[in-house]
Structure formats: C-alpha cells, structure tokens
C-alpha cells in the first residue's frame, strides 16, 4: 500500500479565519458551503470505500467550527481541516507515492549527517501538524505538515549542496524537494511584490 504526498501553497490566516470567525462575511459562507460539499463528497466515497469513521468529514468540519470536537481519536478532523485549506491554497502538487511515512526520519538522518538544519529536515516539516490543535488521526495517515514559505529558499539552496554526497536512497526525493522548493521560493517573491502574501506551504501525507 502507498501514500501519496502533496503540497500546496498559501495565505493560512485565511484558513484560521474561516474556522474562528465570530460572524462570517458572505464571502466566507460561500466558501464554506463550497467546503461542506467537498466533505460531504469524501465521505460518500469513503462509504463506497466500506471505510468506516466514527465521525463523519461533514461533521467533523462543524465541530471545528464550533470548537467543539467530540473525540480525541478520529481522522475525520484531519480531512475536515484538509478541505478548508484546499478551497483557499493552490492546486496541490504531487510529491510522489511512498511505501512508509517513516521512511523520511531515515532521510532526515542522512541530511542532518550532511549539516542540513533542523529545521529543513522532511521529518520536521512534513509531519509538524496544522496551525490549529485537531484530534489525533489515530495512525501515521493522514499526516498535515507545514513549512514557511519564506523558508523554500534556504530548503532548496541546503538540498540542492549535499545532493552528490547523499546515500542514493535518498537522492532522487531530496532533488525532488530541491527543484519543488526552488519554484516556490520564485513565486514566493513574485507574490511579494504584487501584495500578496502565500505564507504557507502545507504538506498532505494521505
């Protein structure tokens, strides 16, 4: 069984927003509309799936509204919270398929064993968790992870310097994190100085 690993990028104090807001503007309705049907199209797929939650996605979206989540231990969170983010970030970009998330802390060894920093190592970013404290999924997947955006220079600038050295293991995904992070730092800088600001880089192991 594979994972698939995504990113997408932008403004996430308009995700936080939208999920602590007092009174909504309409504008946040709508989008928030657009999000419960996406919610309630995942689990309608994940019936057809025979997978079974506790808490369904619809639901878990209104008890983050709330503030009020009924269990500590349901994924069902998770993908609330993923379909929030998707209706105010980009496109995702695929990352690739991977057998076993705990395949990037033997990764993180291998880079930090190069000098890479702390704070640059997949194993930090890809699994740090969401802006907001939601339930446990209860397993390794779904796992949400965010990086600064401002940061995608210096990630792709650490990998691209130790890339010959690497074990070849590790090779191909640190060059893929490398050219990924460098486009993003690009654009980054483009947003900038257009007004914009994409803070975020949001990772989605599902």
Known sequence: MGYCLEMSTGDMRTVVRLLTAVERTE?????????RTECERTDARFLEQGIDLDVSIRQALEELID?????????????????VVAAHFSDPTDLGDWRRPAWFYAMD?????????SDLLPGTFLF???PLRLPHPGDAVPAIGTLPAQR???LADAYASVLDRLDPEFRAAARRFAEVMR??????????K???????????FH
Do not use: I, K
């Open 27 to 35: 504008r946040q309705e709508r989008t928030l509309a657009r999000v």
């Open 67 to 83: 503030g009020t989540p009924s269990t500590d231990l349901c994924p069902s969170y998770s993908y609330a919270f993923y379909q």
């Open 109 to 117: 060894d291998e880079l930090a064993r190069h000098g890479v920093p």
């Open 128 to 130: 740090s968790g969401p």
């Open 152 to 154: 995608a220079a210096a």
């Open 183 to 192: 486009f993003e730092a690009e654009e980054w800088e483009r947003s900038r």
């Open 194 to 204: 257009l007004g914009m600001n994409p803070d975020t880089l949001l990772f989605w």
